[in-house]
């Protein structure tokens, strides 16, 4: 069981900066891949970003390529998505996600609030 707990969300004005954290706890994220997905109000759960076990690996979504980086520290158990230049179209519920294997997220954070203004 891996339990997952975002946070660093907020308000921010269009252009303006957020780093989201997501601190596991339970068993160890070192073989989990990590992953950001995000739900903006009545549009479906998307993915953002995901990144390996080893931390080479990334993955984006096109509309966040350049402006956003995941990363993690498998000591700490936290992984990280900087976000930059947001926009307002970044308005969104963020999750934090790991999956052990396979293609299937099977633990997912509590979601944290990101609000960009224009």
């Known amino acids: 069981q891996v339990q997952l707990v975002e946070s660093g969300g907020g308000l921010v004005q269009a252009g303006g900066s957020l780093r989201l954290s997501c601190a596991a706890s339970?068993?160890?994220?070192?073989?989990?891949?990590m992953a950001w997905f995000r739900q903006a109000p009545g549009k479906e759960r998307e993915f953002v970003a995901d990144?390996?076990?080893?931390?080479?690996?990334?993955y984006y979504t096109d509309s966040v390529k350049g402006r956003f980086t995941i990363s993690r520290d498998n000591a700490r158990r936290t992984v990280y998505l900087q976000m930059n230049n947001l926009k307002p179209e970044d308005t969104a519920v963020y999750y934090c996600?790991?999956?052990?294997?396979?293609?299937?997220?099977?633990?997912w954070g509590q979601g944290t609030q990101v609000t960009v203004s224009s």
């Open positions: 996600a790991a999956r052990t294997g396979g293609s299937r997220y099977e633990y």
């Open positions: 339970g068993r160890t994220i070192s073989g989990c891949d």
């Open positions: 990144i390996t076990r080893s931390g080479i690996i990334s």
